[in-house]
């Protein structure tokens, strides 16, 4: 199983509400990210998590935050976002071995009105 | 992690060898050159890497300079579904906790009838 798996697909949501994203990998990968990515333009790196601990926060805004429960599952929470938010958010993970590759989800499509 | 400059676009026709240059003149020894592509709306692919000698897989060949200080990604015969934004990106060999990968502008590469 390669698969990085993110739910839901899309979501729309009002900018008083709570929701959360989720990611889900199953290949014992113990490195995972959130990018965020907008139009035309390259993914945004958001957090890094290694071994189920913040250890990258690229300076975002705490309407956004994140979560590890475990080594297979990765969450954003977000709360009172903005319009600007809007964008499509990216999950990956990789083994933390030298010379590796991430796999990315196909994405969470996510729009604030 | 070293920057890398690529051409913003390219065209190929189909069937012919489709090659994808990066500028990453500032690499170090022990940083490798990953490449990746994303096919509209999805999430980002892995296709490569490499950190000295030319790498050959499936998908593509990665021929590195001997200096590092550049790479080309070739795609030996294109299709139409190689139509896609293809980012090279400079990683450090060695893990701190949990290394950033960061994309660039990338490559939007056009594969034509």
């Known amino acids: 199983d390669t698969e990085v798996t993110q739910t839901p697909k899309h979501l729309v949501m009002g900018m008083t509400n709570k929701k959360s994203l989720k990611c889900e990998q199953h290949?014992?990968?113990?490195?995972m990210y959130w990018y965020k990515q907008k139009a035309k333009k390259p993914p945004e790196l958001m957090f890094v998590?290694?071994?189920?601990?913040?250890?990258i926060n690229e300076s975002v805004p705490s309407r956004f935050s994140p979560e590890c429960p475990n080594s297979s599952l990765l969450n954003l929470h977000l709360h009172a976002l903005q319009p600007e938010d809007s964008a499509l958010y990216l999950c990956?993970?990789?083994?933390?071995?030298?010379?590796?590759?991430?796999?990315f989800g196909q994405g969470t499509r996510l729009t604030v009105v | 992690d070293a920057k890398t400059t690529q051409p913003p676009s390219m065209d190929c026709a189909e069937g012919r060898a489709a090659n994808l240059p990066c500028n990453h003149s500032?690499?170090?020894?022990?940083?490798?050159v990953y490449w990746y592509r994303q096919i509209h709306s999805q999430g980002p692919q892995y296709i490569i890497h490499?950190?000295?000698n030319n790498e050959t897989n499936e998908m593509a060949s990665l021929i590195i300079t001997e200096d590092r200080k550049s790479s080309t990604l070739i795609l030996p015969h294109a299709t139409l579904r190689d139509t896609a934004v293809y980012y090279c990106?400079?990683?450090?060999?060695?893990?701190?906790?949990?290394?950033?990968?960061?994309f660039g502008e990338g490559t939007q590469l056009t594969v034509n009838p």
């Open positions: 990956a993970s990789r083994n933390r071995k030298e010379g590796t590759e991430a796999f």
């Open positions: 290949m014992g990968h113990r490195a």
């Open positions: 998590y290694s071994y189920e601990k913040l250890s």
């Open positions: 500032t690499i170090s020894g022990n940083e490798y």
């Open positions: 490499g950190l000295k």
């Open positions: 990106i400079v990683r450090a060999k060695v893990e701190t906790s949990g290394s950033r990968l960061t």
